[in-house]
Nanobody
Framework: QVQLVESGGGMMQAGGSLRLSCAAS????????MGWFRQAPGKEREFVAA????????TYADSVKGRFTISRDNAKSTVNLEMNSLKPEDTAVYYC?????????????????WGQGTQVTVSS
């Protein structure tokens, strides 16, 4: 089992920045690809960003490319999402997830472990 706990959500005006963190415990963190997803009210959960086990390879949804940065620290068992130039459409509950896969993983079905989520609200 892998336990994931997100933190760092909150309210921000458009154009601002937030940094989300996800702390993992339970298994060897470096054995898991990690990802961030989000879910807005009335919408399906969608992929945001992902990183490989080593952190060398990353990928982003087109909607956040150039504004968000995913990073991980395997020594601290954490994965972060730096969010800049926030837009009202970024408003959602953000989830951290872990997948026992090689490479980067973008599909929700490929992730076996999920955090409880943290709310991000961006006002115009």
């Amino acid at each position: 089992q892998v336990q994931l706990v997100e933190s760092g959500g909150g309210m921000m005006q458009a154009g601002g920045s937030l940094r989300l963190s996800c702390a993992a415990s339970g298994r060897t963190f470096s054995n898991y690809a990690m990802g961030w997803f989000r879910q807005a009210p009335g919408k399906e959960r969608e992929f945001v960003a992902a990183t490989s086990r080593s952190g060398v390879t990353t990928t982003y949804a087109d909607s956040v490319k150039g504004r968000f940065t995913i990073s991980r620290d395997n020594a601290k068992s954490t994965v972060n999402l730096e969010m800049n130039s926030l837009k009202p459409e970024d408003t959602a509950v953000y989830y951290c997830a872990a997948a026992s896969s090689r490479g980067v993983v973008t599909g929700t079905a490929q992730y076996g472990y999920w955090g409880q989520g943290t709310q991000v609200t961006v006002s115009s």
